[in-house]
């Protein structure tokens, strides 16, 4: 059964609540794809086949450690149930390639993963917090982007139904990672050839919240989450 494991909640990440999180070890003890990002904020996080990696905002990349702390991911033993070989793909005929999930299961959650060919792939990387409690739409300001074309690599993500926004990233939330692991980020936009589609529906969530201080420093504002898409 695929079920989905959550650390945290995307609307913490907007008041800038960063400093703890589930480690790399516990996520991959029980999931093999994923995305998220690191203490601090400074960059993002696929998790791909059971390997953790971390983009910056430097243009580095390398693997997590299993003691590295994650205070924002969201997780899946992935075992697809819809799979489908396509010519071409783009973001905006994703949810019509998902076709039967969509409408049938639009209230539920839904892991994708597509390895293809990307014509043009733009992702961005942002991070990292300069002080204590930076929110999220303040890096999103120095975030960098970047646009590639004709390569190889995988999306992984998931589709989160809209009444979830502020839990989640309602819609769309996807992770790029090249083949040769040396690029990745949140993507954008992307048009893709040669591809290889498989999907999941979630309808079991586990959802763990921090339990420090931190945390509870603070009430966390809904009206914030409406900004989600602008900063995640």
Do not use: W
Not at 97 to 117: E, G, K
Not at 129 to 141: A, D, M, T, V, Y
């Amino acid at each position: 059964m695929n079920h989905i494991y959550q650390y945290g909640v995307f609307s913490a990440l907007m008041q800038g609540f960063s400093s703890d999180g589930a480690t790399v070890s516990n996520v991959l003890s029980r999931c093999t794809h994923g995305l998220g990002t690191v203490c601090g904020l400074n960059g993002e996080i696929v998790i791909v086949d059971s390997e953790a990696y971390h983009f910056t905002p430097d243009n580095q990349i390398h693997r997590l450690t299993p003691t590295d702390h994650l205070p924002m991911i969201v997780a899946t033993d992935f075992q697809p149930t819809l799979t489908k070989s396509l010519e071409t793909l783009r973001m905006e005929t994703l949810q019509k390639a998902l076709h039967p999930f969509f409408p049938t299961n639009q209230n539920n959650f839904i892991a994708v993963r597509v390895d293809a060919t990307f014509k043009k792939i733009v992702y961005r990387i942002g991070g990292p917090q300069i002080r204590p409690r930076e929110p999220l739409l303040e890096l999103s300001k120095r975030q960098i982007v970047k646009t590639y074309d004709n390569v190889a690599g995988t999306l992984f993500g998931f589709y989160s139904p809209p009444y979830t926004n502020g839990i989640c990233v309602a819609g769309f939330h996807l992770h790029f990672l090249s083949a040769d692991r040396q690029a990745g980020g949140h993507v954008l936009e992307f048009e893709a050839e040669n591809v290889d589609l498989k999907a999941a529906v979630n309808t079991h969530v586990h959802l763990e919240l921090p339990a420090s201080e931190e945390f509870n420093q603070e009430l966390m504002q809904p009206d914030l989450a409406k900004d989600l898409h602008l900063a995640e």
